[in-house]
């Protein structure tokens, strides 16, 4: 029984991980680290047509890292955990640590 838990458990952790593999989804997220934005503020910012914008944006309620809320006729979305920002800064910062070891071991004589 501990065994089903477990995988069951890997197996929402390894889903969870897949917001991370498209880097428009990660800029999306650091943009509503500023605060809630619309589709349409996201787009400008992002250059990223509406229909694609929302396309990430549902992926991302789906696994429930954003949230969405309507105010008159707008749509407002922000991240449902701040948390999420911690696991975007130890992400980067290992890969700033590896690419700063890269680049030593490129320099190198």
Do not use: W
């Not at 589709?39 to 991302?60: D, F, R």
């Amino acid at each position: 029984m501990n065994r089903a838990r477990d995988t069951s458990q890997l197996e929402l952790i390894s889903d969870f991980f897949t917001i991370f593999t498209n880097p428009k989804r990660i800029q999306i997220l650091q943009l509503l680290r500023e605060g809630e934005l619309t589709v349409s503020e996201i787009a400008e910012k992002t250059g990223l047509s509406q229909p694609t914008v929302s396309q990430h944006l549902k992926v991302m309620r789906d696994k429930h890292i954003i949230t969405s809320r309507r105010r008159g006729n707008k749509c407002y979305y922000a991240v449902e955990d701040g948390r999420i920002y911690q696991v975007c800064d130890i992400i980067k910062g290992i890969i700033s640590k590896r690419i700063e070891e890269i680049r030593k071991e490129i320099t190198r004589p």
